[in-house]
């Protein structure tokens, strides 16, 4: 059974950054071919695509509200995905989500909530003006 823990929220200020961290296991992660994703949701909205990365980390994509601010990587034992946020802004508050989903990277599929069979438990990000 996989297992997602997300780690790294808090409240921030505008400007600041922040890395959160999701920490994978149960499944076959250094063998076969996975699709990591950050989503989030912030209060009242639906949840939403931020970014995503094929497992060896070659293919990404992101959303347009954060490209240019956010990365996201995977470690070398293939066990944990981070999300690099930079120059945070208000409108990034929200939960944020790690999904995983046990097939190769493909576009636009990446970017679906529906595609993802594992979630974690979610992790808050409050960015305060």
């Known amino acids: 059974q996989v297992q997602l823990v997300e780690s790294g929220g808090g409240l921030v200020q505008a400007g600041d950054s922040r890395r959160l961290s999701c920490a994978a296991s149960?499944?076959?992660?250094?063998?076969?071919?996975?699709?990591m994703g950050w989503f989030r949701q912030a209060p009242g909205k639906e949840r939403e695509f931020v970014a995503a990365?094929?497992?060896?980390?070659?293919?990404?994509d992101y959303a347009d509200s954060v490209k240019g601010r956010f990365t996201i990587a995977v470690d070398d034992r293939k066990t944990t995905v981070w999300l690099q946020m930079n120059m945070l802004k208000p409108e990034d508050t929200a939960v944020y989500y790690c999904?995983?989903?046990?097939?190769?990277?493909?576009?636009?599929?990446?970017?679906?909530?529906?595609?993802?069979?594992?979630w974690g438990q979610g992790t808050q990000v409050t960015v305060s003006s």
């Open positions: 990365t094929s497992w060896n980390g070659a293919a990404t």
């Open positions: 999904a995983a989903e046990q097939v190769a990277f493909t576009l636009p599929r990446a970017t679906r909530a529906g595609a993802y069979a594992y």
């Open positions: 149960g499944g076959t992660f250094s063998s076969a071919p996975y699709t």
